[in-house]
């Protein structure tokens, strides 16, 4: 199963749904899916690499927290990922390297503002050839 995701509406908010053959392989789609909700973030200057350890009840709340560190280097840093290296991800932990660059703010096209990311409807499930993960996020 190739990693891949898909946005769908939800009620005032939006939908992303990921799909990809392991578990860590859900992290990079998922980072892709979120700024697609925001608009066409083009990156510029490399930056720092940034580690997240996360700590959770279960892999699906792990990827929301993921998702969260992610938004919080968009607003407040303006950066982007351009890489993950995933070093674990299981039931209860998530240890990941992003490799991230400054937005490009004069290429990029913003279309919305995303406030949060939510536990609404949040899950990670096997589906066949891999796990599909849904995350809804509030805009």
């Not at 509406?9 to 799909?19: E, K, S």
């Not at 392991?22 to 925001?38: D, S």
């Not at 996360?54 to 709340?61: H, I, K, N, S």
Request: glycine residues 6%.
């Amino acid at each position: 199963m190739q990693p891949s995701f898909e946005l769908f509406d939800h009620t005032a908010d939006m939908g992303i749904r990921v799909h990809a053959a392991t578990l860590p392989g859900l992290l990079a789609p998922a980072g892709e899916a979120l700024y697609a909700v925001i608009g066409e973030l083009v990156a510029a200057a490399e930056s720092k690499p940034v580690t997240f350890n996360l700590t959770g009840d279960d892999p699906a709340e792990l990827l929301r927290d993921y998702l969260t560190e992610l938004l919080t280097l968009f607003d407040r840093d303006a950066l982007r990922f351009t890489s993950v290296d995933v070093h674990s991800f299981d039931e209860r932990r998530l240890s990941v390297t992003v490799h991230t660059a400054h937005l490009d703010k004069e290429r990029s096209s913003f279309l919305r503002e995303v406030k949060a990311i939510t536990y609404h409807q949040l899950a990670i499930r096997p589906v066949p050839g891999g796990y599909e993960a849904t995350v809804i996020v509030d805009i």
